[in-house]
């Protein structure tokens, strides 16, 4: 099947410290990618919809300007978290979905983010 | 809005077959998928069924949609231990939409 990398794996960074989160489609064009949030124990929450070219959609409750999310091209969607705090500490998933429809969302193997 | 629902916790015997159950509000809803998620990792994909779709089955995997009820479980026979996961239910109204996941039903498998 259709691959997803997420880099890094997990990061540890200090607190007020920016961190990026990369999202790549290895082998297919992803017009959108998703970027979820998972807490300990808990359900993955969506953050935002990413289309490539154009502003992320954010879901209600999520900081535009603390959570920056770039789609710069069909392969690649970015998430950075800026001026990190402890409670930022969370499992960050994206997933993609190709071009075409009736297509499955593909996910990476999610990002482990520490802030101490 | 849109919900998905789901039992937090399921244990079933080594052997017996496991039933997780979802429900979800978005009539609309056009795809319905089970993902399983490991500790420590991503979400993978077991099965998906289109909403003009009754059942699917792939080999240990049974899928039963009842679309006027807006109920999915999720059969998974002859349990094993590597099955111990979260198992995600999780719906969406088209291939450009937004997924909605359910809380996630953690199965543990007891000898």
């Known amino acids: 099947g259709a691959v997803v990398s997420q880099h890094p794996s997990w990061v540890i960074c200090k607190s007020g410290t920016s961190v990026k989160i990369e999202c790549r489609s290895l082998d297919f064009q992803a017009t959108t990618m998703f970027w979820y949030r998972q807490f300990p124990k808990q359900s993955l929450m969506l953050m935002a919809t990413?289309?490539?070219?154009?502003?992320?959609?954010?879901e209600q409750g999520v900081e535009k300007d603390k959570f920056l999310i770039n789609h710069a091209s069909l392969t690649l969607s970015t998430l950075t978290v800026t001026s990190a705090h402890p409670e930022d500490s969370s499992f960050y998933i994206c997933?993609?979905?190709?071009?075409?429809?009736?297509?499955?969302?593909?996910f990476g193997q999610g990002t482990r983010l520490t802030v101490v | 809005g849109e919900d998905v629902e789901q039992s937090l916790f399921l244990s079933v015997r080594e052997g017996d077959s496991s039933v997780i159950n979802c429900t979800y509000t978005d009539s609309s809803s056009t795809y319905l998928y089970w993902y399983k998620q490991e500790p420590g990792a991503g979400l993978q994909l077991l099965t998906y069924?289109?909403?003009?779709?009754d059942m699917k089955q792939d080999q240990r995997l049974t899928v039963l949609l009842n679309k006027k009820d807006k109920h999915l479980s999720l059969r998974i026979a002859d349990t094993q231990t590597g099955d111990s996961a979260i198992y995600f239910c999780a719906e969406t109204y088209s291939s450009a939409s937004k997924i909605i996941f359910g809380s996630g039903t953690r199965l543990s498998i007891r000898p």
């Open positions: 990413s289309n490539e070219g154009s502003k992320a959609t954010y």
């Open positions: 997933s993609a979905r190709p071009r075409e429809e009736n297509t499955e969302a593909f």
């Open positions: 069924i289109f909403s003009n779709m």
